[in-house]
């Protein structure tokens, strides 16, 4: 049987850094493993930067949330597919502003393909200790993130005043008093910790497997089309000054919840991670295909102009916007 492991949590909360923890070797010795990432945007950027162990079957389902109707079936195609490769675990990070509401109906209604081979242990719910309070009561996203969670963890714990914490640990225990909580810096946490949390006790077995994993029944997701944030892509056709890319992130961060994405800098490769007004550049060796800048919005269709308007003070014509 293959247990599963479901990650959420705001954009740039942390799940990548945890999946690419839980993937490493010493966690998970002789156990087969499977990933499917999930991201809003058509291009990829989480698939390149997971360091999963050779033999792990990887999968990424992008342009949407997998339980929106956009792309939910590909994401019922993916697990109907994983079930029959005989994994003991797969995770599944799910995109940023996913509403997991209705997963436990996703794995009941495929039951006759995948013969019962899978059993969902739970949710890990990843709050950014920065930027959650802000953004709890504004999308409706996160509080199902928290609901449908049994481990939460509090990342980033050490970039904030204790005040915070606390504010962050009342809208959880306001939210989901059952959860396991954590604080975490850099999501630094045992497996077998998480392991034992998420793990059905008697009692929750026998009141189903929703319940086990959930203590709560499925609801129609938050996740629909018309929901959907504007999402867009920058594919510039020559490197940047580095001192111009950092103002070009300056000007973009106001207007985004989310901006990442490889990039290439007259000083060579990096990689570029923005959330609020966090701006993040780290060298890399090298790029897994060409330069590209996600961006998520937070201000609607405006951001296509916004975007546009600040990619060609620095590329010119040398730049093209894909709007997903």
């Known amino acids: 049987m293959t247990d599963i492991i479901l990650l959420t949590g705001f954009l740039g909360a942390g799940k990548t850094t945890l999946l690419n923890r839980l993937l490493s070797g010493n966690e998970n010795p002789g156990k087969t493993v499977g990933v499917i990432v999930n991201e809003f945007s058509q291009t990829g950027v989480d698939g390149q930067i997971i360091q999963a162990p050779s033999g792990t079957?990887?999968?990424?389902?992008?342009?949407?949330?997998i339980f929106c109707a956009c792309i939910k079936d590909h994401f019922v195609d993916a697990l109907i597919d994983l079930a029959g490769r005989s994994l003991d675990l797969l995770f599944i990070e799910?995109?940023?502003?996913?509403?997991?509401?209705?997963?436990?109906?996703?794995?009941?209604?495929?039951?006759?393909?995948t013969k019962d081979a899978y059993r969902y242990l739970g949710g890990v719910c990843l709050v950014d200790a920065l930027y959650f309070p802000k953004f709890f009561s504004l999308l409706p996203a996160?509080?199902?993130?928290?609901?449908?969670?049994?481990?939460?963890l509090i990342n980033k714990a050490d970039l904030v005043e204790p005040a915070q914490i606390a504010h962050c640990?009342?809208?959880?225990r306001e939210t989901n008093p059952a959860a396991a909580v954590y604080e975490t810096s850099y999501c630094r946490i045992a497996f077998d910790q998480l392991y034992q949390d998420l793990t059905p006790s008697r009692d929750e077995t026998e009141g189903g497997e929703g319940a086990a994993?959930?203590?709560?029944?499925a609801l129609d997701s938050t996740n629909t089309p018309?929901?959907?944030?504007?999402?867009?892509?920058?594919?510039?056709a020559k490197a940047i000054e580095m001192g111009q890319l950092k103002a070009l992130l300056a000007g973009l961060t106001p207007h985004a919840y989310r901006i990442k994405g490889f990039m290439m800098t007259t000083e060579g490769p990096c990689f570029v991670s923005c959330v609020g007004e966090e701006i993040n550049i780290q060298?890399?060796?090298k790029m897994g295909g060409e330069a590209s800048l996600v961006v998520i919005a937070s201000v609607g269709i405006k951001i296509i102009s916004l975007a546009t308007a600040e990619a060609r003070k620095y590329w010119g014509d040398d730049v093209q916007i894909k709007v997903d």
């Open 57 to 65: 079957s990887l999968v990424e389902l992008n342009n949407g949330s």
């Open 213 to 217: 994993a959930t203590g709560r029944p």
């Open 226 to 236: 018309e929901t959907r944030p504007k999402t867009l892509t920058i594919h510039p």
């Open 142 to 152: 996160l509080k199902r993130q928290l609901l449908y969670s049994k481990v939460v």
């Open 94 to 113: 799910a995109s940023g502003l996913a509403d997991p509401a209705n997963f436990t109906s996703i794995l009941e209604g495929i039951k006759k393909q």
């Open 283 to 285: 060298p890399v060796d």
């Open 169 to 172: 640990l009342d809208l959880i």
